[in-house]
């Protein structure tokens, strides 16, 4: 048993907290940060279907390595012409065999074009994917309101069961890492040029931490979080206390969590 049994580290005090989160924020939220990280997928893009679609089929893939991720962003970005919303307006469903190869981890073929399929559907009799999440947001408003109004109409086509597990249920307390990582990629905008910030009617202060191994343990570690599952109370439970620091944009500090778990060479406490 070593001296750190005995003696934990002492928990920072909340002014330490903050100080720390501030200074990761400034150093990730960065236009370097996009390099390494899957929203360079969308960032190819101008126009803001083009931009949505990207985001949310670079997001539902965004686990694993995040080179394989990128790589194989990019290959479905390029199946589609380099220009998805036209693509998916223009083309019938016998024009996607291609797809049918396609394969990220459990997310294969048919997972893929069931998911064009139901993008075609979301803008062609929903509006689009920013008036299904600001539909849902509204119910309530709260992001778990459009989390459940946009797997309602997401899975409103028909298709094989397996596909469902790749679009998080709330309901069931799935953290919806990457569905709470798309909406920050919509919603947050601030000066540092990251995220798009071309959604307007959800509110950043409403938005929730894309829960992972990196920022979870890191919340743990800084005693921004308590519970030990990575589920959807831990969800509402960190980003309840990063709204302690900022209020308006609490998810700013997403990048500051993400940097200090997925770079251990930086120091969780400040020397």
């Known amino acids: 048993m070593t001296m750190n049994d005995h003696f934990p580290a ?31 997928i969308p960032r190819q ?6 931009i949505e679609l990207a985001g949310f089929l670079a997001a539902t893939i965004a686990w694993g390595q995040r080179a394989t991720i990128i790589k194989n962003g990019k290959w479905l970005m390029e199946a589609m012409d380099h220009d998805p919303y036209a693509f998916l307006l223009n083309t019938s469903e016998d024009e996607w065999l291609h797809f049918e190869g396609f394969k990220h981890r459990t997310f294969n073929g ?9 993008l ?7 509006g689009g994917l920013e008036a299904v999440f600001t539909n849902g947001f509204r119910k309530d408003e709260s992001v778990a309101g459009a989390l459940r109004y946009f797997r309602k109409v ?9 596909t469902q597990k790749h679009v998080a249920n709330i309901d069931k307390n799935a953290s919806a890492k990457r569905l709470n990582m798309y909406l920050r990629w919509m919603v947050r905008r601030d000066d540092a040029g990251v995220d798009f910030g071309i959604w307007k009617d959800i509110p950043m202060s409403a ?15 800084l005693g921004l979080l308590e519970r030990k599952q990575d589920d ?3 969800v509402l439970e960190v ?3 990063l709204c302690q620091f900022d209020p308006n944009d609490p998810i700013k500090y997403d990048f500051a969590l993400f940097g200090l778990g997925a770079f251990p060479q930086e120091p969780a406490d400040p020397d």
Do not use: M
């Not at 928990?11 to 100080?19: M, T, Y």
């Not at 997401?154 to 397996?162: D, K, N, Q, T, Y």
């Open 207 to 221: 938005l929730l931490l894309p829960l992972d191994v990196h920022t979870s343990k890191q919340a743990r570690q």
């Open 120 to 126: 075609k559907n979301i803008y062609e009799n929903h």
């Open 45 to 50: 893009f101008a126009q803001k279907e083009n």
């Open 232 to 234: 959807w109370k831990a």
């Open 10 to 40: 002492p928990r920072l005090s909340d002014a330490e907290i903050f100080d720390l989160l501030e200074e990761k924020t400034r150093q990730y939220n960065c236009p370097d940060f996009i390099e390494t990280d899957p929203i360079q």
């Open 154 to 162: 997401f899975f409103e086509v028909a298709g094989e069961s397996r």
């Open 239 to 241: 980003s309840n206390r």
């Open 110 to 118: 048919v997972d893929c074009r069931y998911f064009l399929r139901s």
